[in-house]
């Protein structure tokens, strides 16, 4: 195929190609020179500085370092939802974000828009984009995934986890259990956070534990926030405990099935921590 000409330079659809923006932004910034003015006089207006200019602070010093702006970008919207500094039905605005992270608004929808935050933001047309509000459908729907999740990871690390792994379950339980015992839910929860992740984690299978991590991301987003009452956390602990020995006799079928019986009986916990703002 040959190279396309515009007139501006032949490096222009490449260099524009490269930093991932439009060739229509650096045209229109040459277009807005005066008639009495040669876009040669201006620095500014070279055709790679007409791509620095459809960027306001996010253009990489070198080309492998634009993925990872876009990732700190993604990062920061994503700690602000995790939060609650924007909260379910929140607007986004845009402009303030452009501001506050120092980069075009462009890179913003783009990590809007992304994989990562696909499942908590609702773009609307012509209003923008808002966070996701909880709606039961949902919830019950990323349980039915979380529950089918578990079990698959019950069975899995019954069957490999090791004694300093079953050792590290028991001591999480034990701190689940003080944390219920000095009625604290709040820190009973960030603990049970990190009881399911770390069962992930031990399964050592990389699918299975990017897919968990995405749906416990989305739920967090909906329901944390409530409060548990002393007999559910009861029996969210003894369930754990169960759990921890199937897994330590070596019990796969038990070890998943008990795993997704947890986090079907999860539910109705979860409807106590739905915000009812």
């Not at 439009?22 to 040459?30: D, K, Q, Y």
């Not at 490999?160 to 604290?184: G, N, P, V």
């Not at 416990?216 to 409530?226: A, C, H, I, W, Y």
């Amino acid at each position: 195929m040959g190279t396309e000409s515009d007139g501006t330079g032949g490096g222009l659809g490449n260099t524009c190609a490269l930093y991932g923006i439009s060739r229509v932004t650096p045209l229109a910034s040459l277009q807005e020179c005066s008639d009495g003015e040669r876009p040669e006089a201006h620095a500014s207006m070279a055709p790679t500085s007409g791509c620095d200019l459809a960027v306001k602070g996010d253009q990489p010093k070198n080309p492998e370092d634009g993925g990872s702006i876009m990732l700190e970008i993604r990062k920061d919207l994503l700690a602000r939802i995790l939060t609650k500094t924007l909260r379910p039905g929140d607007r986004i605005n845009e402009n303030q974000l452009s501001i506050e992270l120092d980069v075009s608004r462009s890179l913003i929808r783009q990590a809007l828009r992304s994989g990562e935050l696909s499942h908590l933001v609702e773009i609307v047309h012509n209003k923008g984009a808002f966070v996701r509000k909880p709606d039961l459908t949902t919830i019950f729907d990323l349980y039915d995934v979380r529950a089918g999740l578990a079990y698959t990871a019950g069975k899995i690390l019954a069957r490999r986890a090791t004694m300093e792994q079953i050792a590290e379950l028991y001591a999480l339980y034990e701190e689940m259990e003080a944390r219920r015992e000095a009625k604290d839910p709040q820190a009973y929860v960030v603990l049970n956070e990190r009881f399911h992740a770390t069962i992930m984690n031990f399964t050592g299978n990389q699918r299975l534990i990017e897919w968990s991590r995405i749906i416990d991301q989305e739920l967090r987003v909906f329901l944390r926030g409530g409060t548990f009452s002393p007999s559910r956390l009861r029996a969210s602990n003894g369930e754990h405990l169960e759990l921890i020995k199937r897994i330590d006799a070596g019990d796969p079928e038990g070890a998943g099935q008990c795993f997704e019986n947890h986090v079907t009986s999860g539910r109705l916990r979860a409807l106590e921590s739905i915000p009812k703002d």
